[in-house]
């Protein structure tokens, strides 16, 4: 896969009617993709924006103008470590939405969410912004995103999404992936889950 790929699966995507698409990619690929030339494919595409978790807010001055001149959303990370002065800054300058990392580590690895810990961060980052607060990392499981659901403007899932359709390929992979968004989407609306 090369971002050529994944503009061309956008494509298709919008075609078919998906929801709005929001890429993630860390900065070295558009960099060397280029950075003006990146941005003018996500509009090409159809994709409403793009996470680049790796820049700071100090150094997000030219993918922000590349953005922002092609009415592009770049939502920014707020990591558990991040002083709450400092996350505050942070969600004034993102865009769409924030993105609140849930715990430390790595994405996929199996721990609880901190969920009063949650609470407090997304009320502080709604209270300083305006702006809606999702969250994600080790949300993984329909009951997650449920008590995410209560708390936050939206739930992020991507490793768990990953597993739940992995070692299969085709329309297997599709439909495994599909019932799991679809128990989630039924968390996310308080109905049962498995």
């Known amino acids: 896969m090369n971002l050529d790929g994944v503009f061309a699966l956008v494509r298709e995507a919008v075609r078919n009617e998906a929801p709005p698409i929001v890429l993630f990619s860390y900065l070295n690929p558009v960099v060397q993709y280029g950075i003006e030339r990146f941005a003018g494919e996500l509009v090409a595409s159809g994709a409403c924006g793009a996470i680049v978790p790796d820049v700071p807010l100090e150094e997000i001055g030219e993918l922000r103008a590349a953005f922002a001149a092609r009415a592009l959303a770049l939502p920014l990370l707020v990591a558990p470590t991040t002083p709450l002065a400092r996350a505050e800054r942070i969600a004034e300058g993102s865009d769409a ?7 430390l580590g790595v994405t996929g690895t199996r721990r609880e969410p901190d969920f009063a810990w949650i609470a407090e961060r997304v009320t502080a980052l709604r209270r300083a912004s ?44 599709a439909e495994r992936a599909h019932a799991f968004v679809r128990l989630l989407a039924t968390a996310a609306q308080g109905g049962p889950g498995p």
């Open 97 to 103: 939405f924030v993105y609140l990392v849930s715990r």
């Open 130 to 173: 305006g702006k809606a607060v999702a969250v994600g990392f080790g949300i993984a499981t329909p009951e997650h995103v449920r008590r995410i659901a209560a708390l936050a403007d939206g739930a992020i899932v991507g490793s768990a999404l990953v597993e739940a359709y992995a070692g299969t390929r085709g329309d297997e992979a």
